[in-house]
């Protein structure tokens, strides 16, 4: 049974590294269409990277940038998508398939960003794309990778990665 359309839960997605593959991975999440029957998403990124990503699938879906993941947004038909961005424009200039400290940077702020919202309950969840570790790096951000990110920000010490398929 699917949950009302209003009690559905908000799940924030991040772009991850912006030169690789995560915005496709978030662009193609996004337009399925059993998502807006399951949650009410809503990506953390910059709305230039989705958009090119949509385009790149052949997605015409609207792009609704958003002031903060607070921001209350209704359930949608999958007519639109809703982002939003806690990072600057540089971004917007990364090269795609190429090592760059932005993107390190970006990623690093998307996640941050989804997993500070979660901790204040603005949202029900976070899923992330892939971020680049050694574009981490080359930003000065000194961590290993998703996970450590999310324990630094939860303020835990004792922590561990689960998959599931």
């Known amino acids: 049974m699917l949950p009302q359309k209003s009690r ?11 030169a690789g593959i995560g915005p496709e991975i978030t662009a193609r999440a996004v337009t399925d ?7 009410r998403p ?10 090119r990503a949509l385009q790149q699938i052949g997605s015409t ?8 993941l607070g921001s209350e947004h209704p359930a949608t038909d999958g007519g639109c998508i809703y982002i939003f961005n806690p990072g600057d424009d540089t971004v917007v200039d990364v090269p795609l398939g190429q ?37 981490l790096h080359l930003a000065a951000l000194n961590f290993p990778g998703h996970t450590e990110i999310l324990a630094a920000e ?11 398929l």
């Open 8 to 18: 559905l839960p908000r799940v924030a997605l991040t772009l991850g590294d912006v």
């Open 33 to 39: 269409p059993r998502i807006n029957r399951w949650c």
């Open 42 to 51: 809503v990506v953390v990124g910059h709305p230039v990277t989705l958009r």
């Open 61 to 68: 879906i609207q792009v609704v940038p958003l002031a903060s």
């Open 99 to 135: 090592l760059d400290a932005r993107a390190g940077r970006a990623a690093y702020e998307y996640l941050v960003a989804a997993a500070r919202s979660a901790l204040r309950g603005e949202i029900d969840a976070i899923t992330t794309a892939p971020l680049n570790k050694a574009a």
């Open 154 to 164: 939860c303020g835990v010490a004792d922590f561990g990665m689960m998959l599931y």
